[in-house]
């Protein structure tokens, strides 16, 4: 069954630090999501993306985020400076359509703490 | 804003049938309606969608009725490993995006 792969599984940083978080959406999925989830909290929807550009995004997606897909697998959120509140599992996911008539598959997370 | 309500947790014991509801009340009229279980530290996985009446697969069935203002998932005999938490999705409004609500928290006991 294809999977979305996401690097790396745990991640430690120091506040202030840039981090990168990668994923490898399926690949015959065009449409890309990610997500985070606080510790004990619900999933939070940060941005979807599709056709190099971001389709719409949450107010937690502020100018400290953006998304890139730089070449034709890998799909990245960085988070430029880092804070201890940005400490969560962040959760790519991808689709074939935009209207998740299939769903969507998730990735396995990246464990992002800041110190 | 979450589009879905849900009840905060259930409990249950091995063997038995669970039925969880939620309520859609504004759906809008293309949506589907998505069932995600998550287990603690892993991410969301996919186990059922549904736009009307009843969809079946090997672990679940949904059931929505004619006005889709909720729809109730139904797990067949749950076994200790279904202890997880149950989200119940439907598109946000411009379509772009799944929105997860709290979910419930189902605990089977044996």
């Given at each position: 069954e294809p999977?979305?792969?996401q690097t790396p599984s745990h991640q430690v940083t120091q506040m202030g630090q840039e981090v990168i978080l990668r994923c490898v959406p399926i690949s015959n999925h065009l449409y890309f999501y990610w997500y985070r989830q606080i510790?004990?909290?619900?999933?939070?929807?940060?941005?979807?993306?599709?056709?190099?550009?971001?389709s719409e995004k949450s107010e937690i997606f502020d100018d400290q985020f953006s998304v890139e897909r730089p070449d034709g697998s890998n799909f990245t959120l960085k988070i430029r400076s880092t804070k201890l509140e940005d400490s969560a599992m962040y959760f790519c996911a991808s689709s074939v359509d935009s209207s998740a008539r299939y769903g969507y598959t998730f990735g396995s997370g990246t464990r992002l703490t800041v110190v | 804003l979450a589009k879905t309500t849900q009840?905060?947790?259930m409990d249950s014991y091995e063997g038995q049938e669970v039925n969880i509801t939620c309520s859609h009340n504004n759906i809008a009229t293309n949506d589907y309606i998505t069932w995600y279980q998550q287990f603690p530290?892993?991410?969301?996985?996919?186990?059922?969608?549904?736009?009307k009446t009843k969809v079946t697969n090997e672990?679940?069935?949904?059931f929505i009725p004619a006005d889709r203002k909720s729809s109730t998932l139904s797990l067949p005999r749950v076994s200790l490993s279904d202890t997880a938490v149950y989200y119940c999705l439907v598109p946000n409004q411009a379509g772009t995006a799944l929105i997860f609500g709290k979910g419930t928290t189902l605990s089977v006991s044996s």
């Open positions: 999977e979305v792969t510790l004990g909290q619900k999933v939070e929807f940060l941005v979807s993306f599709y056709n190099n550009e971001i | 009840p905060i947790s530290s892993q991410g969301p996985r996919f186990i059922i969608q549904g736009y672990v679940a069935s949904l």
